[in-house]
């Protein structure tokens, strides 16, 4: 099994820039989650899907920020216009389930600069 | 969500035996704990997981007192490469929830 596939594992983009994050979930998982993590807060939950679905959005910080799944096997995470402070590691992560005790397999993440 | 409590930092020293408690005061009845592990440029992995009691892995134990309100996760005989964030979570089994990982514990395992 590949794993959870994440692309690109870096990105470094100017203020004002489109970025799109990619991430491949485990063949089977009908769940899957994007998190951020900095230093600052930690790892945070940004949104979830569960059957493609987006169940939890929350954690979206604002606008500028948005998700989709079109099908089981592909997922984005889209941040139009990039600031600075979007600065982060964006982690991709699949699960079985959408439950509390299902374990979640991360991917590799994504290592985000926006200068 | 239950909310935890763990130290920000820990070091310790390669072969010891690693204990670290997270404290959980306002865990719920149907409210299982797990705990995660994050070594640096890598992604968290789930370690372990129980509800009450002791339950033990081929990594890890995990102890849980009667009145669940903290945990410990035992690492044994740890070596450089145990060096990671781990991370403590508390939540129910059912659909839709959520887990909250927060900043962890940065344990550090000194030669």
């Known amino acids: 099994d590949a794993g959870v596939i994440q692309s690109p594992r870096h990105e470094v983009t100017e203020m004002g820039q489109e970025v799109t994050l990619r991430c491949k979930p485990i063949s089977g998982h009908n769940s899957l989650f994007w998190y951020r993590q900095t230093m600052m807060r930690g790892l945070e939950l940004l949104i979830y899907f569960n059957n493609n679905v987006p169940i939890d959005d929350s954690g979206m910080p604002e606008d500028r920020f948005s998700a989709k799944m079109p099908n089981a096997s592909f997922s984005t995470l889209k941040i139009q216009p990039s600031e600075p402070r979007d600065s982060a590691v964006y982690f991709c992560?699949?699960?079985?389930?959408?439950?509390?005790?299902?374990?979640?397999?991360f991917g590799p993440g994504t290592r985000l600069t926006v200068l | 969500l239950a909310k935890t409590t763990q130290p920000i930092s820990m070091d310790s020293y390669e072969g010891q035996e690693v204990n670290i408690t997270c404290s959980h005061n306002n865990i719920a009845t149907n409210d299982y704990i797990t705990w995660y592990q994050q070594f640096p440029s890598q992604g968290p992995r789930f370690i372990i997981q129980g509800y009450k009691t002791k339950v033990t892995n081929e990594v890890a134990s995990l102890f849980i007192p009667a009145d669940r309100k903290s945990s410990t996760l035992s690492l044994p005989r740890v070596s450089l490469s145990d060096t990671a964030v781990y991370y403590c979570?508390?939540?129910?089994?059912?659909?839709?929830?959520?887990?909250?990982f927060g900043k962890g514990n940065q344990v550090v395992v000194i030669p």
């Open positions: 992560a699949s699960s079985l389930g959408a439950g509390g005790t299902d374990t979640q397999y």
């Open positions: 979570l508390v939540a129910p089994g059912e659909r839709g929830n959520r887990l909250a």
